[in-house]
């Protein structure tokens, strides 16, 4: 009954619009997580994939849980610890872990197109528990794909095998574990949760790390340790904490429309900062991403 409560608290809340604290954290998933195609290729200078994703999220996740145990709050329980690390080696260590492998094979443009499937492989999971999306919802998420796919469009789409079957592995965890973390493994309330799953998560990549024995390069390059930094703070604390507060209180559609909008700030962000040249073309696939959007968050989807 509890359950049932708080979920047409939900639906009423999402009819209603979105809050002030939602729209602050799509802004941070769409531009902060868009910034961290960046970020990362400056730190792969001196930090390997699985060891940069496995630390930095291991100290957000540390950083925050300290925190709390500092101002005497409530720490998860065994359970949601239990859950914490599943969701995390879905999420952080197969998906993250899974990217990042593929990347060193596959080309950019086919990467972002894969991670542009999330969304409707989400909501294929869904279905699994009776909820499906709206029409203009599943029409955002269709139209929003057709634009990434146009702007990476012969762009990068060389790749080995093991990395098609990376990322592939990559998409399905990452959406499997968003899923399951909405509906079978409940997290700890709030920052506890967030801070529980990035540690089980990075000790996952860690491991991995550790397997593939990767190391560090020593003394790291200035510029690699700034990009470390800032994955941690806005890419680990901030934009990845309010994609899980996105996946606790909105649709799976909305909290991963990121997809459709990072691709284009990556774009914007080498056109700033590597001078870069846009095509006419690619402009019309931004347009195209900037209708899948409307579409989506134009009526959101009824809440089961």
């Known amino acids: 009954m509890r359950r049932m409560d708080s979920t047409?608290?939900?639906?009423?809340?999402?009819?209603a619009?979105?809050?002030?604290?939602?729209?602050?954290?799509?802004?941070?998933?769409?531009?902060?997580?868009?910034?961290?195609?960046?970020?990362?290729?400056?730190?792969?200078?001196?930090?390997?994939?699985?060891l940069q994703m496995g630390s930095r999220f291991l100290v957000a996740g540390l950083?925050?849980?300290?925190?709390?145990?500092?101002?005497?709050?409530?720490?998860?329980?065994r359970r949601q610890w239990v859950?914490?690390?599943?969701?995390?080696?879905?999420?952080?260590?197969?998906?993250?872990?899974?990217v990042a492998y593929a990347e060193q094979t596959v080309g950019s443009g086919l990467v972002v197109a894969f991670i542009a499937v999330v969304p409707l492989m989400i909501a294929a999971l869904n279905r699994l528990w009776g909820i499906r999306p709206g029409r203009l919802e599943l029409a955002g998420i269709v139209v929003g794909l057709c634009g990434v796919l146009m702007l990476t469009q012969g762009a990068g789409f060389q790749a080995s095998p093991a990395g098609l079957a990376a990322i592939a592995i990559a998409c399905a965890a990452w959406s499997l574990g968003s899923v399951l973390s909405?509906?079978?493994?409940?997290?700890?309330?709030?920052l506890a949760g967030f801070a529980s799953e990035m540690v089980g998560g990075g000790a996952v990549l860690m491991?991995?790390?550790?397997?593939?024995?990767?190391?560090?390069?020593?003394?790291?390059e200035p510029a690699a340790v700034a990009a470390w930094a800032y994955l941690v703070v806005f890419?680990?604390?901030?934009?990845?904490?309010?994609?899980?507060?996105?996946?606790?209180?909105?649709?799976?559609?909305?909290?991963?429309s990121y997809t459709f909008v990072n691709p284009v700030i990556a774009m914007l962000l080498g056109v700033v900062v590597l001078g870069e040249v846009v095509t006419s073309f690619e402009w019309l696939a931004a347009g195209v991403v900037l209708v899948g959007l409307v579409l989506l968050f134009l009526k959101p989807s009824p809440k089961t």
């Open 8 to 15: 047409a608290n939900l639906a009423s809340s999402t009819r």
């Open 17 to 50: 619009g979105l809050s002030p604290l939602l729209l602050a954290c799509l802004a941070a998933t769409w531009i902060v997580w868009g910034s961290t195609y960046l970020a990362i290729k400056f730190a792969l200078i001196s930090f390997p994939p699985f």
């Open 63 to 77: 950083s925050v849980l300290a925190w709390m145990a500092w101002r005497g709050a409530a720490m998860p329980t």
């Open 83 to 98: 859950h914490a690390l599943v969701v995390g080696a879905l999420m952080l260590g197969g998906g993250m872990g899974g």
């Open 182 to 190: 909405q509906r079978s493994l409940p997290l700890a309330p709030g």
């Open 207 to 220: 491991v991995m790390s550790a397997l593939r024995g990767e190391a560090p390069q020593w003394p790291p």
């Open 235 to 256: 890419g680990s604390l901030i934009a990845f904490n309010a994609y899980m507060l996105l996946l606790a209180r909105t649709s799976a559609a909305v909290a991963s």
